[in-house]
């Protein structure tokens, strides 16, 4: 997972606001094995803390 400090919310601005966040990281339609029917994976929750 590789995360980025872009807010997705332009009245925000372009930086997220400095603070702790939770996050989740949600994958649909992931195929494990040749054979296998689609899945979607959600990680544990991880905590992450932006800084000015």
């Not at 702790?20 to 494990?32: A, E, K, P």
């Amino acid at each position: 997972m590789l995360i980025g400090t872009a807010s997705c919310n332009a009245a925000m601005g372009h930086a997220v606001a400095p603070g702790i966040y939770d996050v989740i990281v949600v994958l649909n339609d992931i195929q494990i094995g040749s054979t296998a029917a689609l899945q979607r994976l959600r990680s544990a929750r991880a905590s992450v803390t932006i800084t000015s």
